[in-house]
């Protein structure tokens, strides 16, 4: 009688569909999915450690490139923390305009999701849409701050530079042909029986699962938790703005995939509703050895000179303790967790990264599953490398 | 104001010595405990029925250099009956081991194995120990005080191993 | 091969491995700060730049580089390429049998 034995395939870190540099070996008893390992560090940065070595303010560029689609939301996720530590208010307009570039860059986040998960999975018209909708919010943020991916736009205490003229026009007109493209998106795939048939019933994760797993964002809500950051505790401003949380009920790839689409829908509105409010007035707050004099001062009068070069160079000292600050970035929660010791440097700066705790639950999720349901359920959990490894 | 909190008073009710001190600062409250206690309070945490800690939102480790215990582990919890986080502090001295909180969330698992790979803190009942971020094989952990940014070995040539 | 992104010491051997499974001829452009010299990352673990792996024939900086940047960079390597001659294809091969 012969033996059989598992069959060991290693989906190595270089392959077009995990999405970065994962590497998962995984089991197999023909089709069937035993055991699943993912293997992680190969884009271990030690942006952590970096930290350690760079004031305050110089840690913001290393932020943008953490999760590199959502580089806004993880700029305000750092921001807030250090607001919070420091104990400054920020103006009116600074906070909705973080609220509506915050939003920008979650459509921009759940378009590419969308454009790459479509293709995984066989649909590839929608990444060449997706990608063409994506290029006019990345030229919107190009006018507002000077780069696409990495804008680097907030400051501690607000944001560094009001809007140009001319802008309100360009985001204006995004908003309103979004719901056109996203009627698009909707003929293409929601009710295609190819796609319900790959999507459907793959890649299950129940709620208590989720939830003891450390699970957030849209795959948690997809599973019935109706949670999200945003409306439990709420910042900058997003009590003033009027929006429904979407949620599944199975907790399957397809349920991801709907609450992902109507949160698009839901970011859209937010930024017409932002873009209606703008009230006026000053974009940083009013803390002289935290935040920068504006440059015609600073090149005209002694004092402000000086004040721009201490900042710059040394930074401030905030006050001891630890803070905690989270936002809802596109892919779940986001946190910063800051130690400080009273100098100008943290102590520790702690990332709590949504898709690191999104990922250890995918062994969950595919085990019992067919091999090709592997890259749909890697598809629906949206991960970053850049996030896991920081 | 911190005395207040409904999940310090609990504590305090079932077992005063689990509690070394309470701060507050920025409106979080913190609380720190003993290393033999940290299990039974975080499953005290997870069951009661009036608070219900469910989620375990982050574990780290934090190392303070010239103090001693060194090494402090900080877990960060979220109920989502009474919308209320609470983080639990202990101290851990080097060479000495932590308690896996994995039975109770499952979320501990990788984020112990980092504490681990980064700090060098290895955790007693953990199922699968081993490195996470680095190479197996790798020497040294990175994120304590006395390594250094560039890595120990940064003016030599880096020769890769196919 | 594009070597986009940050190259750490834990990928190398495995960009390496791709690199030597590849038919020639073939060329390698660094895209990115990072994979240039390796950006503003001067940490433990990661390589300072892939030219300490692999023979680079592009750099493209920019952190991100724009799109047009890389549409000149597959130029220039179009332009590299009419002027190359058997001959140096030669000192490729001999250069990646003497690194071992």
Known sequence: MAETRLMTINMGPQHPATHGVLRLVLELDGEVIVKATPHIGHLHRGVEKLAEAKTYHQVIPLTDRLDYTNA??????????????????????????????????????????????ALDIGAMTLLFYNFREREEILKIFEEVSGGRLTPTYLRIGGVSKDLPDGIEGKIKNFVEAFPGHMKEYETLLTKNVIWLKRTKEVGIISKEDAINWGVTGPTLRGSGVKWDVRKAFPYSGYEDFEFDIPTGSVGDV???????LREMEWSNLIVKQALDR?????????DPKVVLPPKEMVLTDIASLIRHFKIASEGFKPPQGEVYASVEASKGELGFYIVSDGSNRPLRMRIRP???LNLSALPKMIEGSLIADVVSAIGSIDIVLGEIDR | MVEIHPAVKKLREKDPSSILEVTSFRGEVNVTVPKKDIFEVCRFLYTDPDLQYHMLTDLCGVDYFPQSPRFEVVYLLYSFKTNDRLRLKTRVELGESAVSVES????????????????????????????ILLWDGYEGHPLRKDYPVEGPDFDKPFVPEV | MIVAGTLTKKMAPMVKRIYEQMPEPKWVIAYGACACSGGIFKTYSVVQGVDQILPVDVYVPGCPPRPESLLTAILELQKKIEKETLADRKNVRSTLEMKG
């Open chain 1, 72 to 117: 806004m939301g993880n700029n305000l996720a750092y921001v807030l923390a250090v607001e919070k530590l420091l104990g400054i208010e920020v103006p009116k307009r600074a906070q909705y305009l973080r609220v509506m570039m915050t939003e920008l860059q979650r459509i921009a986040a759940h378009l590419i999701w969308l454009g790459t998960h």
């Open chain 1, 254 to 260: 397809y349920d991801r995939y709907y609450v992902r």
């Open chain 1, 278 to 286: 703008l009230p006026e007035g000053p974009v940083l707050a009013d």
């Open chain 1, 354 to 356: 949504p898709s690191f």
């Open chain 2, 104 to 131: 109770i969330w499952k979320a501990a698992n990788w984020l112990e194995r980092e504490v681990y790979d980064l700090f060098g803190i290895p955790f007693e009942n953990h199922p699968d120990l081993r490195r």
